[in-house]
């Protein structure tokens, strides 16, 4: 939809994030292969960009990701945000 918005408006594509959530991800883990289902969340972590949603009333923000014991623990998730 937002391609089509932009072709409408004769606009351009200055940065695209990609926020796919509430889906499973065929991802690796601790040397395994697992399938990561993220209900409310969204990838996160290993230098990935992901976006957050704000509400009616508040802007959306571009999250970077952050390598850590703690995003490992979470397997790199992070929130999608209120309108996510």
Do not use: Q
């Not at 970077?64 to 945000?81: F, K, N, P, R």
């Amino acid at each position: 939809m937002a391609r089509r918005v932009l072709e409408i408006l004769g606009a351009e594509t200055l940065h695209e994030v990609h926020n796919h959530h509430n889906i499973a991800w065929p991802e690796e883990y601790f040397g395994r292969p697992a399938w990561v289902v993220r209900k409310g969340c969204t990838p996160g972590g290993r230098a990935r960009r992901a976006s957050s949603a704000g509400s009616m009333g508040e802007p959306s923000v571009i999250l970077d990701g952050a390598e850590s014991s703690d995003s490992e623990a979470a397997l790199y998730s992070t929130v999608h945000g209120a309108g996510g």
